[in-house]
């Protein structure tokens, strides 16, 4: 059902219905064309014997009239059968102009060519065609009576008839046309706002709710896949709660009231996901039948917005009333418009109760009187008041404020309200009483104190000191004021402690550096309290006699400590028993003995019966000679658990020493050296499989990569994804280059060399074959010389890794800007050596570089994509074929590798 259908009037209705049915109209045309030509010939005949009417053309005329009619049944009129039909209309008019002649203008004649036109008129869509139609009966005619009519005003009176007539066709039929036409062009419109609109549009049966139609938009704002899934449903289908039967009832009679109906409802979609929506239903007439035209808006997102800030105006509420000092807000009349819970209480009420009220309501007229001066000198001035002191009474209770009042600008209003925040600073105002009667006790405190006393403010401005203090730092009572605390002590010697004790407020006592007014220093005992106003009062004790005493025996007992309980090694001292006297900390952590465990036991506990034997030789050559150092690598020492520990003693007997009185034994912890030393044996075999087989493991899955990337290329023609695909396969031949250097380093690295002869030429080769398929390898060319004079042995191997590695370089870091880029590959032997130098025209290397280019994972340039074991490989092979290896560049004009290897035929030999 079309949308024009539901919303033109009854008559547009009708008009637009009888052009679509066109076909059927001219089928009827065509037959009563027919018939009455035949009845209206046989009539006149019948009348007019002598008459000329031959039968058999009118039969022929009237067979093609009925072919036509036949054929329409099968064919499509406008599109297959239109020439055809003007053809035979047009021939059908001709001949009965023709019959008008040969029958003297007869009246009967006349009459049936003017019935003739206007029926014909009637099968015409086309409003030149019916001009051009008529244009030529108009012409025929008047040629016809201007040809055989005598009468010149038979002529004039007769084409005069048919001229009128054939005018007042084309007026009828263009008015037709155009009505037509604007027909058309309304249900254009209709349909495209209907269908383009951004709304869900339905249309929809009031009497049962049924939905008839449905625009994209509502496919697309209920997520459905074609509309006929929701026409034939109930409105309520579209609602996530469903109205009631009584609240439907109630709908309709209000659009039937109105005519006209809007309402926010929760929607849903046919997944069962909710929305909001706007749904406005507007009642439209067609002809005697009555339609909804519901248009549906999602109004999501303007729904969240709404309850955000019904949330947000709670949130500030809450918030205001959590604030402990009166703020208000009032309009330009002076009547509430936001009060928090400290204004209410000091009004005794609650803060709904104040909202739209004045003062005047709750306190005294000469009170709000005074209040309302202060808002209507910023409402008319629109600038903001800070008033530093006011006192108030609010039923019988003195208050003492701080106030700022503020315009306030509201939506619509002329004039500013005005925004009042005020801080309660009654407690301040007793407090300060209290403290000026304290003051003067304190100020005696000070000037009887035997220690220094300060007061400084939060940011250590000095604001009064005791005569004490002047005298240990040298400053002058007034001088003190002008300094900053930091500026007498050393900052080096503050601890965090400090620091973070004062942020914390908690009274701290420490040990600082301070500096006299001449700079030289003393040491200070600080005890620092900040006090509740923020201020920090620090009492100072000079302590620099002590701290000297103390740092002596501290540096001794340092020194002592560090050397023994922070050693990594054991430190025992024995009797002439054997037994132990002292033992270090470190024993815990090394063997699992606590001290207390240790000490009173012999030294042979602590090892097996092999151990005993070796300790006891080695304890007697060392009491046989006092003083001297005597060492055992490699003694097995017993833990607490059971286990063993290798260790290396050095021990000097200190039996004679009077402070002493022992052997001092040293047992130094090797087991980690000596696990170590086993687990790289184990390691290295380990780590040849493991590169080995990793290898292999990652080349299979590059290569399907690869073979996968060039299908990809093949498969598609997007230049963007062949960019990206180009990238994937760098990664990817990078990824199987760095697999191979590993390799190769590992090979290099682990394997014995093997002398066998060496042919340079295929070596070049498989090289070049090997490479030719790197980027832009094709655009360089390779110049070789080979000149082999002796039969050449050497690792074929590591001799082939030197060669690529060299070639792959050149080509690599090639420039294709400004020159012809060429590789020069030349090879001499000798039966001492061979001499191989791989010389390019390509980028270079910049001198800052040349000498770290043999390094490991070292790249020379930004431009570098490989892993930087090339170069490091190709040294250390040339360094295990026994050979050198040297280099000379120029940065952008090329470089040249010279590498001399020695002739292995003695090794072969």
């Known amino acids: 059902m079309e949308i024009a259908d539901l919303i033109l009037t009854a008559k547009d209705e009708r008009n637009i219905k009888s052009r679509k049915s066109d076909i059927s109209v001219y089928r009827i045309i065509l037959f009563l064309t027919t018939a009455f030509t035949l009845l209206l010939r046989y009539l006149f005949v019948k009348e007019n014997p002598e008459a000329f009417d031959p039968l058999s053309i009118r039969l022929v005329l009237s067979s093609g ?41 007869a009246t009967n004649y006349l009459l049936e060519f003017i019935l003739l036109i206007v029926i014909i008129c009637l099968a015409f869509q086309n409003r030149l065609h019916l001009k051009i139609y008529l ?60 269908n383009e609109s951004p709304d869900a549009m339905l249309i929809a049966d009031p009497s049962s709710s049924i939905i008839l139609n449905c625009n994209e938009r509502a496919i697309s704002i209920f997520k459905i896949q074609d509309r006929r899934d929701l026409i034939g449903n109930n409105l309520n289908f579209l609602l996530k709660y469903p109205n009631s039967t009584g609240a439907w009832n109630n709908l309709k009679k209000k659009v039937d009231k109105s ?44 729904v969240k917005d709404k309850k955000t800030i019904e949330e947000s105006r709670k949130i500030l509420n809450q918030i205001i009333d959590l604030v402990p000092h009166p703020i208000f807000l009032k309009d330009n009349e002076g009547r509430f418009v936001i009060v928090n819970k400290t204004v209410a209480d000091r009004y005794e009420v609650v803060p709904e109760e104040m909202v739209g009220k004045k003062d005047s309501d709750f ?75 304290s003051e003067s006790k304190y100020k005696m405190l000070m000037e009887q104190a035997s220690d220094g006393i300060y007061l400084t403010d939060k940011f250590g401005n000095i604001l009064s000191v005791n005569a004490k203090a002047c005298e240990m730092f040298g400053y002058t009572d007034q001088e003190f004021k002008k300094l900053n605390v930091r500026s007498l002590v050393d900052l080096k010697s503050v601890k965090e402690e400090l620091i973070f004790a004062l942020f914390n407020n908690e009274p701290v006592i420490t040990e600082l550096v301070c500096k006299r007014k001449d700079n030289s220093e003393f040491t200070v005992e600080l005890s620092a309290t900040r006090l509740d106003d923020g201020l920090l009062q620090g009492i100072i004790r000079d302590i ?12 001794n007992e340092k020194k002592f400590r560090a050397l023994i309980e922070n050693s990594s090694d054991i430190i025992m001292i024995l009797n002439e028993d054997f037994k132990i006297s002292y033992v270090s900390v470190s024993v815990a952590r090394i063997l699992g003995h606590t001290y207390i465990s240790l000490v009173g036991k012999t030294i042979f506990e602590l090892f097996d019966h092999e151990g005993i034997d070796k300790i006891s030789k080695f304890l007697s050559d060392t009491i046989a000679c006092p003083g001297q150092n005597q060492t055992v690598e490699e003694l097995k020492i017993l833990t607490l658990n059971g286990s063993s520990k290798i260790v290396e003693i050095v021990a000097v007997n200190l039996l004679s020493d009077p402070v002493i009185q022992g052997i001092v034994l040293n047992c130094h912890d090797i087991t980690k050296r000596k696990n ?31 073979g996968l990337i060039k299908l990809a290329k093949l498969e598609s023609k997007d230049s963007t994804q062949h960019m990206y695909l180009d990238m994937m396969s760098k990664s990817v031949n990078s990824l199987d280059t760095f697999i191979k250097d590993l390799t190769t380093f590992s090979r290099n690295t682990r394997l014995d060399i093997e002398a066998n002869i060496i042919d340079f030429s295929v070596v070049l080769e498989e090289s070049l074959n090997n490479l030719k398929y790197m980027e ?106 026994g050979g050198s290896i040297n280099v000379s560049s120029e940065l952008d004009e090329g470089s040249s590798f010279k590498v001399v290897i020695p002739n292995l035929v003695n090794d072969i030999n």
């Open 676 to 706: 170590t030393e086993n687990e790289l044996i184990n390691t290295n075999f380990e780590l040849d499989s493991f590169v080995y087989k990793a290898s292999h493991d990652l080349k299979a899955p590059l290569r399907s990569v690869m």
């Open 65 to 105: 009239l009925i072919l036509i009619l036949v054929l329409s049944f099968i064919w499509k009129y406008r599109d297959r059968m239109a020439y055809l039909n003007y053809s035979v209309i047009f021939s059908y008019s001709i001949y009965i102009l023709f019959l008008i002649r040969r029958n003297d203008f």
């Open 135 to 194: 244009a030529c009966i108009f012409i025929a005619f008047f040629i016809s009576a201007f040809l055989y009519l005598d009468s010149y005003l038979d002529i004039f009176v007769k084409t005069s008839l048919i001229g009128i007539f054939c005018i007042a066709i084309v007026t009828f039929f263009s008015s037709r046309f155009e009505i037509e036409k604007r027909l058309e062009i309304r249900e254009n419109l209709l349909n495209t706002i209907f």
């Open 776 to 881: 832009h390898a094709e655009k360089i060319r390779i110049n070789k010389s080979v000149n082999i004079n002796v039969n050449f042995y050497s690792d074929l191997t590591r001799l082939s890794t030197i060669v690529n590695n060299l070639i792959s370089n050149a080509i690599k870091y090639h420039r294709f800007e400004n020159n012809i880029p060429y590789i020069n590959i030349s090879i001499k032997t000798d039966y001492e050596k061979a001499e191989i130098v791989v010389e390019d025209n390509g980028s270079g290397i910049d001198p800052l570089h040349i000498n770290k280019i043999f390094d490991m994972f070292y790249r020379a340039s930004e431009n570098s994509y490989g892993s930087g074991l090339g170069l490091y490989i190709v040294k250390n092979a040339v360094k295990k074929l």
């Open 544 to 555: 620099t006699a002590r701290k000297k005493l103390e740092k002596i025996l501290q540096d």
């Open 363 to 437: 306190i005294d007229p000469v009170l709000s009187v005074e209040l309302l001066k202060d808002d209507r000198e910023v409402i008319e001035n629109a600038r903001e008041k800070f008033i530093p002191e006011e006192s108030l009474t609010f039923f019988d209770r003195n208050y003492t404020y701080q106030t700022i009042k503020i315009p306030f600008y509201f939506e619509d209003a002329t004039k500013p309200g005005v925004l009042s925040i005020s801080i309660d600073i009654t407690e301040l105002k007793e407090a300060e009483k209290v403290i000026r009667e």
């Open 259 to 302: 005519r006209f109906l809007v309402q926010e409802l929760e929607f849903k979609t046919v997944h069962g996901q909710a929305f909001w929506g706007s749904e406005a239903i507007t009642e439209i007439q067609v002809g005697s039948k009555a339609y909804w035209l519901v248009r549906i808006s999602d109004i999501t997102e303007r």
